[in-house]
């Protein structure tokens, strides 16, 4: 094998990328590089490093479950680790199985190419090198490309401005500065807490509120910790059982099974517990409208007696859509923000940004003079980052153009046109519905058996059908539409925050078991749609 030529080429250095490595590497021994963008690994953890970057998963399930020898040795200080921490994590792991060897730092894949004659995919990256694979695994993540809105004057700004999602390594100092953040999702919303203590001023331009529960983050006590290790074979199954991945169960209960007094009961206790069990209180919040208003109006009452400015209240509870079906952040002091005295709201629905010029942006009411600029403004979710492969199929076909009306895959794992790639947590698979480790290791363990098969059949090639795709799309359309999900304009779920970008719900909003369970009965039966050349 000449030199950058290998059995499988994966692509990222997050929790996908180093799972994939140690099972394709180790376990069934092949010749195996991974080309990472980034300085060091650490996947979306390596560049989200803004104010107030944590996970909103616990970290117990917020973890590896493939060994339990990592899972007795590691261990999380806080109930949410910040980003820090996970990457402290993920290098752990990484030294402990010498992955390092086979990752290449600083590598930037700019097109990738399928040639038909020979069966291999050809890599080119950023820095003018070639590479060849049999197998191209794309562990890119789903969240990691992003999405600065194209505002009229940017480019004239004399101050600086940072993108949550692109945050340097070495930090920002906001101290005595006017900082203006736009965006109010999951990043803004922690971050927002973490600038106001330090800046001078900061001004939040809010397009849509966002519901948020308290994270009730805290140091985890000798007394859990013991629990946690003690415990690995029940949260493994737990997370696994679990429609969202997670570790703790959806009430069976439905929301007026109950009576008005033990609903509200019911909510006080899981607010005061915190975190996104919130959205498990009822079985039915995100099926049932009605349900859903019921938690959707406590949530609203309890915001409005956080926040002491009622008219930054208002703006703060106008929500647009039911809860739990954005992305349901969870949060440290956010809303209590407000009532600082160095904090201003902006509702941008009434009052929109025409233009950012040399010192500020400008409102069609309002000029904000500013120093910094930060854009918490999301991702060109699940599609962006494939696409910005530049990925060529077979006839020449492009990624591009085959996903020109909305991503089609099947399972999210594979691709009609594209042989011998795989993408882990691709659009059509639970993906971001879920705790991302939990999913990654299906799909690491789904992906890492189908090649063994492969090779124990002596199989070349791997592909799947259009017809395959169009019917996987049409289950994924029928599960979102059992939820309230899709009902949501403006989420990024359907691509709603990028400019023409297709509206296709793209997650398999089923749930992770019942996901898992269809891609067994593919797997058991000698892979029922995949044709095998």
């Not at 590896?64 to 980003?83: D, L």
């Not at 894949?109 to 995919?121: C, D, F, G, Q, R």
């Not at 910790?225 to 997370?239: H, I, R, T």
């Not at 019921?294 to 106008?318: C, D, R």
């Amino acid at each position: 094998m000449t030199k950058n030529s290998y059995d499988a080429i994966i692509i990222g250095a997050g929790f996908s990328g180093l799972y994939q490595l140690y099972k394709l590497r180790d376990q069934l021994n092949l010749n195996c590089r991974v080309l990472e963008k980034g300085s060091g690994i650490g996947g979306t953890w390596y560049w989200n490093r803004y104010p107030g970057a944590r996970c909103d998963t616990e970290s117990h399930a917020y973890t590896y479950f493939f060994s339990e020898e990592i899972f007795q040795e590691w261990e999380w200080s806080e109930r949410y680790p910040g980003h820090a921490e996970i990457r402290k994590y993920l290098n752990y792991v990484s030294n402990k199985y010498s992955l390092n060897k086979d990752i290449q730092l600083d590598t930037e894949v700019i097109s990738a190419t399928y040639n038909e004659k020979n069966n291999l995919w050809i890599l080119k990256t950023k820095n003018d090198e070639t590479f060849t694979t049999k197998f191209l695994i794309t562990a890119v993540g789903c969240i990691s490309t992003t999405n600065v809105p194209d505002i009229k004057g940017l480019n004239k700004f004399e101050g600086e401005y940072y993108h949550t999602g692109n945050w340097p390594k070495n930090d920002v100092d906001f101290s005595g500065k006017k900082v203006g953040q736009i965006g109010t999702g999951s990043t803004g919303i922690q971050a927002a807490p973490v600038i106001a203590e330090k800046a001078k001023h900061l001004t939040v331009f809010q397009r849509t509120p966002n519901f948020s529960v308290p994270a009730r983050n805290n140091t985890l006590t000798k007394e859990f910790k013991k629990y946690v290790k003690n415990n690995y074979n029940e949260l493994k199954s737990l997370v696994k059982e679990t429609p969202n991945g997670h570790a703790f169960r959806i009430s069976e209960k439905l929301t007026f099974d109950v009576g008005e007094k033990e609903r509200e009961q019911k909510y006080e206790e899981f607010w005061e517990k915190g975190g996104l069990q919130f959205r498990g209180v009822f079985k039915d919040i995100i099926t049932n409208k009605q349900a859903n208003d019921s938690a959707s109006n406590f949530l609203k009452k309890k915001i409005s007696q956080v926040v002491k400015n009622k008219e930054f209240a208002k703006i703060l509870t106008n929500f647009d859509h039911p809860y739990g079906c954005k992305r349901p952040p969870i949060d440290t002091n956010y809303f209590e923000t407000y009532n600082r005295d160095n904090v201003h709201l902006v509702d941008i629905k009434k009052d929109p940004i025409i233009e950012i010029d040399k010192t500020g942006i400008k409102t069609e009411k309002n000029y904000f003079k500013l120093d910094t600029i930060v854009f918490a403004t999301g991702y060109d979710a699940m599609t962006g980052t494939l696409i910005n492969l530049n990925i060529t199929g077979e006839n020449s076909l492009k990624l591009k153009d085959y996903w020109n009306e909305g991503p089609k895959t099947y399972l999210g794992l594979q691709i009609a046109g594209f042989p011998n790639m795989f993408t882990i947590t691709g659009p059509g698979s639970p993906s971001v519905l879920t705790n991302m480790p939990t999913a990654i290791e299906q799909h690491v363990e789904w992906i890492t058996n189908c090649i063994s098969f492969m090779i124990k059949n002596d199989f070349k090639k791997i592909t799947t059908s259009e017809k395959e795709s169009v019917e996987w799309g049409k289950q994924v359309k029928e599960a979102a539409d059992k939820t309230l999900l899709p009902t949501v304009k403006h989420s990024w779920y359907l691509g709603a925050n990028i400019p023409n970008k297709p509206r296709v719900f793209m997650p398999y909003a089923g749930g992770l078991p019942t996901y898992t369970k269809i891609c067994e009965n593919i797997k058991n039966n000698n892979y029922k749609g995949f044709l095998f050349y």
